[in-house]
C-alpha cells in the first residue's frame, strides 16, 4: 500500500539566517510520521534570501506531489511570501488542503482566512492539531471543530471559528533535513515559567507555563547529531533552566559523558542569580555549581535576556530584575569564561532622556556594551500584550504591520524620540550586514574574525550613543545630525571593507550565511561610496584605533 504524502514548508525572510534550522517543520514532521497510519511528510525550504526560483520551484513541488496537505509555516517576516504562495496554489485548483502555522497566522489567523478561506490555521505547537488535519484529509474524521488548536472559516455560518486550545503532546525529536547545512537546535522544554515580561506574546493559552522534556530523548538527540559529525548546537528554549535545576544539571552530566560536544543556551538573568538569595546562600551555589558543570560538558555560548540597565524601564518590561542584580549574573558568567550575549531594547515609548543617559552611562561603566546584541533596537509592540493596552490608551498606537506582527508607535517624548530617529537610521543602513555578522558569531564559535569585528562595530555603536547625546546636550535639542552620522558612517564604512577582506580571504564562500554577508558588506559600502562626497576616508588602523581606544 503506498503511503499518504504530505509536504510542510519552512519560509524564509531576511529575518531568519540562511543556516537557521527548519526546526518547526523538522519537529512536525516527525510527530505526523510516529503518530499517523502510512504518511509520509516531506520538507520543503522556500528562501528567497538565496534563492531567486524558491517559490517557483516549491509550486513545482506542490503540483507534481500529489500531496493531500500542505503545510507552510509563516514565521515574521514572511506574510507577502505566504500570500503569494496560496495565491498561486489557488490557481492549480488541485486537491488538498493547505494549513497554515507559526507565528503570522497563530496570531492573526483572520488576515489569511479572510482572503484564503478554505485554508486551516493552527495556533501555537501543531503537533496534535496536524496529526488530526492528517487523518481529516484521509479519512473525513474527525470534524474541522472538533480539532483543538485552529481557525478555519464556516462558510455555512459565514464566520470564521477559533477551536478551543489544548496542549498535551510531548513533541519527538526532529527529523533533520541536513545536518551539515543548518545550524542545529534540540529543545529541552516549552514555554515560559515567568511569562510576566509586558511586551512578549505567549502561545495562546499559556500563561506562566513551563514543562521539561524528556531528558532520555534529549541526550538521544545530542548523541545522534555527534553520530552525524555535528560538535556544535543550540538548544532552542526560552529558558534553558526554568524551575528545573536538578533537569538542567542531569542533561549537562549526560551531554558530558558523550564527550566531544559544544553548545549555546538561553537564560533569564535570574537563573544565573537569584536577588532574593544571598550570593553565597544554598540556592545560588547549586546555580553556580550547574553553570560550570555545564561548561564542563560543553557550553560554549550563553544568551541572556537582559533588555535594559535602567531600573524604571526594566519595571515598565515587566523583567522582575534589577540592573544590578542582571551585571552580577553577567559577572559570574564572565567569570565562568563563557561567551556571552545580552539581550537589549533600548528604546521604548516612554523612554526619558534620563533613563537613556542612565543606561549609556552603565553601559559604558559595566562594560556591558561588549555583550549587547544590538544596541539600537526599538521595542516591538505585539498584539494582544501591555504595551500595545498602554499605548492604544495613551493614544501613541499606530498602523499594525502583519508582516512583523507588531504596531508602529509613537515616542511619548518628542526630543526623545528624535534621538531614536537618529539612532535608528543609523543602525537600518548597516542592519543586514550586523545582522549576518551577529549570526556568524553566534553560530560559528571558531570564527575569531567575526568576534572581533563584532566587538569593534558594537564599540561604535556606544560611542555614536555617547556622540549624540553629547550633542543633545550642547544644543539644547536634536536639529540635524547628519553631519555626525556621516563621520561615524564613514568609519563603518571602512570597517566593513575590512571585514569583507578578511572574510574572502579566510573564509569559502560556498557557505550560504558567509557568502551573504560578504555581498551584503559589498551592497552597503557601495551604498555608502556614492555619498561620500568631500569627506575623507581615514586608514583602518586610525578607524580601528579611535574606536578600540575611546
Sequence with gaps: MDRQRILLAQLYSELQPPNAEPFAVEVLSAYIEKHTVNTAADIFIVNPTINNHAVDDFLEKVSIGGYKLIGLSVPQGTYFIAKSILEKIAQLKQNHLVVLGHAIPTYTPEIFLDDFPDVVVVHGWGEEALVQLVN????????????????????????????????????????????????????TSRDCHYGLCTFCTRPPGLSKSWKRLPVEEILQSVQELKNAGVTYFTFADEDFVGNDLNGALEIATGIEKIGGMSFS??????????????????????????????????????????????????????????????????????????????????????????????????????????????????????????????????????????????????????????????????????DNCYRLLLNLVRTDITNLTAKYFMKVFKKLDLLMLESVLSWYDKNSKVKDLKTLNNEFGINRYVLAGALESELIKKFSDDRAEIAKLIRELNVYRSMVRKNLGKFAVPSESDVINYTVNN
Design 136 to 187: 481529516y484529509v484521509n479519512a473525513g474524521s474527525p470534524r474541522l471543530d472538533d480539532i483543538a488548536n485552529i481557525s478555519f472559516f464556516d462558510k455555512a455560518n459565514e464566520k470564521i471559528i477559533s477551536t478551543s486550545i489544548n496542549y498535551s503532546a510531548d513533541p519527538v525529536p526532529a527529523k533533520r533535513v541536513s545536518v551539515s547545512k543548518y545550524f542545529a537546535r534540540i529543545e
Design 265 to 430: 543556551i538561553s537564560l533569564r538573568a535570574d537563573n544565573v542569580f537569584n536577588p532574593n538569595s544571598a550570593l553565597d546562600s544554598q540556592e545560588n551555589l547549586l546555580r553556580n555549581f550547574v553553570i560550570s558543570q555545564l561548561k564542563k560538558s560543553g557550553l560554549s555560548f550563553m544568551f541572556i535576556g537582559l533588555e535594559s540597565l535602567s531600573d524604571s524601564q526594566l519595571k515598565r518590561y515587566g523583567k522582575g530584575v534589577k540592573p544590578k542584580d542582571a551585571i552580577e549574573a553577567i559577572n559570574i558568567i564572565k567569570q565562568h569564561e563563557i561567551p556571552l550575549e545580552v539581550g537589549f531594547m533600548l528604546f521604548d515609548p516612554f523612554i526619558s532622556l534620563k533613563e537613556l543617559e542612565e543606561i549609556t552611562l552603565a553601559l559604558r561603566n559595566s562594560g556591558v556594551w561588549e555583550n549587547v546584541g544590538k544596541l539600537f533596537l526599538e521595542l516591538r509592540v505585539q498584539s494582544a500584550t501591555s504595551f500595545e493596552i498602554w499605548l492604544r490608551q495613551k493614544n501613541l498606537l499606530g498602523k499594525f504591520d502583519p508582516n512583523l506582527l507588531s504596531y508602529q508607535w509613537a515616542y511619548q517624548d518628542p526630543d526623545v524620540g528624535e534621538i531614536a530617529k537618529n539612532c535608528m537610521q543609523w543602525a537600518e543602513q548597516f
